[in-house]
Nanobody
Framework: QVQLVESGGGLVQTGGSLRLSCAASERTFSRYPTGWFRQAPGKEREFVAAIAWSSDSAYYVDSVKGRFTISRDNAKNTVYLQMNSLKPEDTAVYYC??????????????????????WGQGTQVPVSS
């Protein structure tokens, strides 16, 4: 069972930046496609970004394209989400998720929560206006 731990959240002003980290407990994580989701107060959890295990493909929701960048360092068993130009509507709890089951590109289900097998506990990102 892989454990995922998110960190890097915290209060930030509009226009500011944060880098979230998702650290995994097992080295097998380096072979798992990994994604970030978020859940704003009173809303459903939504897909934000995802990355292939090899980093050769990345996926984003339209609302964060050009502002957020997902990356990974498999030697450190860690996936990152660099968030720039933050807006109040980015306020949410951010979760990372990883897929253990076999998957093949083009990863058609990568934006769906059910596609993933492991989830972290989340880190809060409040963006003040």
């Amino acid at each position: 069972q892989v454990q995922l731990v998110e960190s890097g959240g915290g209060l930030v002003q509009t226009g500011g930046s944060l880098r979230l980290s998702c650290a995994a407990s097992e080295r097998t994580f380096s072979r798992y496609p990994t994604g970030w989701f978020r859940q704003a107060p009173g809303k459903e959890r939504e897909f934000v970004a995802a990355i292939a295990w090899s980093s050769d493909s990345a996926y984003y929701v339209d609302s964060v394209k050009g502002r957020f960048t997902i990356s990974r360092d498999n030697a450190k068993n860690t996936v990152y989400l660099q968030m720039n130009s933050l807006k109040p509507e980015d306020t949410a709890v951010y979760y990372c998720a990883a897929r253990r089951r076999a998957a093949f590109t083009p990863y058609t289900g990568i934006r769906s929560q059910s596609w993933y097998d492991y989830w972290g506990q989340g880190t809060q990102v409040p963006v003040s206006s």
